[in-house]
């Protein structure tokens, strides 16, 4: 089974609609992450959780929530999607204290907003 | 904050010839240089990282070098294969653990067989 896993791997919606993207891990970390891909943009950190209680925006938060509902999960909200939204996004997550800042990265959730 | 710049954005290689991807980075107080392969249909995955402390590491045929005077950095690819083939990105941050990764933009590389 994967380690970090998203869903729904591929969305289709309209604007203006509600959307939310899951992230579950099973590796024990403590840190989780999301982020989006744009072609030719590379990975924009939109918010980033060191612990349950702990929520941080990024580079680009704007027209997004978070929430932390255990330290197993990251959902990532879309309250109002509108179409400069369709990307890429990924859930990443590392552990605090092994010396090691490598990022464990999901599949990916592939979201159109039409 | 933060800045990092990578070149080239595309890259095609004839397959055993060597590849070479470089990044320069604007915060003097990073320390943390990771490198990321994203394969068709994947997320990143870490293929070599670097702290400031080393000016050069290596993995078989993997390589990353370091100038902190510059503030650049490359990742060097030896012998290359098909299965090279793949998006890489750079990334910097001051590796506390407390602040980010900054993500260059990409770099996809074609090795030609």
């Known amino acids: 089974d994967a380690d970090v896993t998203q869903t729904p791997r591929n969305r289709i919606t309209k604007t203006g609609k509600r959307i939310m993207l899951e992230c579950s891990q099973t590796?024990?970390?403590?840190?989780m992450y999301w982020y989006r891909q744009d072609p030719g943009l590379g990975l924009q950190l939109i918010y980033y959780?060191?612990?349950?209680?702990?929520?941080n925006k990024g580079e680009i938060s704007d027209g997004y929530s978070v929430s932390r509902q255990a330290q197993a999960k990251f959902s990532l909200s879309l309250e109002s999607a509108i179409p400069n939204q369709t990307a890429l996004y990924f859930c990443?997550?590392?552990?605090?204290?092994?010396?090691?800042?490598?990022?464990?990265f999901g599949p990916g959730t592939r979201l159109t907003v039409l | 904050g933060e800045n990092v710049e990578q070149h080239p954005s595309t890259l095609s290689v004839q397959e055993g010839d060597s590849a070479v991807i470089k990044c320069t980075y604007s915060?003097?107080?990073?320390?943390?240089f990771p490198w990321y392969k994203q394969e068709l249909g994947k997320g990143p995955q870490l293929i070599i990282d670097?702290?400031?402390?080393?000016g050069e590491k290596k993995d078989q045929r993997i390589a990353v070098t370091l100038n902190k005077t510059a503030k650049h950095f490359s990742l060097h690819i030896t012998e290359t294969q098909p299965e090279d083939s793949a998006v890489y990105f750079c990334?910097?941050?001051?590796?506390?653990?407390?602040?980010?990764?900054?993500f260059g933009k990409g770099t996809r590389l074609s090795v030609i067989a």
């Open positions: 670097i702290r400031s402390n080393v």
């Open positions: 915060d003097s107080a990073s320390n943390y």
């Open positions: 990334a910097a941050s001051r590796g506390t653990g407390n602040t980010p990764l900054v």
């Open positions: 990443a997550t590392s552990e605090t204290g092994t010396g090691s800042d490598e990022q464990f």
């Open positions: 590796k024990g970390h403590d840190r």
């Open positions: 959780s060191f612990d349950v209680k702990d929520i």
